[in-house]
């Protein structure tokens, strides 16, 4: 019913965006395969990035997502893996929401954002991590709000931007404070640290790691659950081309 609703209930759509689904799987074992949240590598992650969907809905049925670094002088993490993290966390919101949520809003903290911690940020990933976002999970993404920005920020955000759909570019939001993000984003469902109501950000955060490490047999069972890609009718996917990589896209540069 999730595939269903992201897809408008559309048949067509709702089958290819299932075929995508399992075909990223295969395509991108870096995202999909040792997700278990208690792995050493994980758990480094954690300690330095929150990433929690937030209690509750806007009052126009959307789900708040708020992403935030703890530490600037953190060293930089496996980039895949919190690439990985993230996409767990987006499988056991497919698990649980039941309820019709009518597009997601993300937030990013980028308060503590240091060049340090983008110097492993490549092309290749971030293309892949986004085409498993836009073409295999059925997300609405309504609104991307970025905090807190800074010169490093536009750079990073310029970087990013060709590997998003235009539609999408159209709903990317900067703001050097939070005082225009109450405009999109009610103030009372947001963290303490951000004046709202919805409890400690440290809180929020933990709950979902608990979450996650819940999940742990389920992670492991659905890493059966991908395309064979030899019994697909006519010509197996090339993922050179699902990707578009063809060596055109510019390394990041941050001075």
Known sequence: MTFLRGCKFSLEKTKRKLDMYFTMRSAVPEFFDN??????ELQEILNIVQMPPLPGLTPDGRRVILMRGVDK????????????????????????????VAGDIYILDASVATPTHFAKFTPTLVK???????????????????????????????????FIKEKIRDRIFLHSDTNELFK??????????????????DELHNAWVKKLAEYKDWF????????????????????????????SFRQLVID
Not at 128 to 150: D, G, M, R, T
């Open 73 to 100: 002088d953190a060293q930089t993490p496996n980039v895949a893996d919190a690439f990985k993290l993230a996409l767990m966390l987006g499988d056991v919101r497919l698990a649980e929401e039941k309820e019709g």
């Open 220 to 247: 492991a069972e659905q890493e059966k659950y991908k395309a064979n890609e030899a019994l697909r009718p006519g010509k197996p996917t090339n993922y050179d081309e699902l990707f578009g990589i063809d060596g």
């Open 184 to 201: 999109h984003v009610p103030k009372e469902m947001l963290p303490a640290e951000y004046g709202g109501n919805a409890g400690p950000m």
């Open 128 to 162: 892949k991590f986004l085409v498993c976002v836009q073409e295999a999970y059925p997300v609405k993404l309504k609104q991307i709000h970025v905090i807190n920005v800074s010169p490093l920020v536009d750079k990073i955000v310029n970087f990013v931007k060709p």
């Open 35 to 40: 997700r278990d949240v208690m792995r050493p």
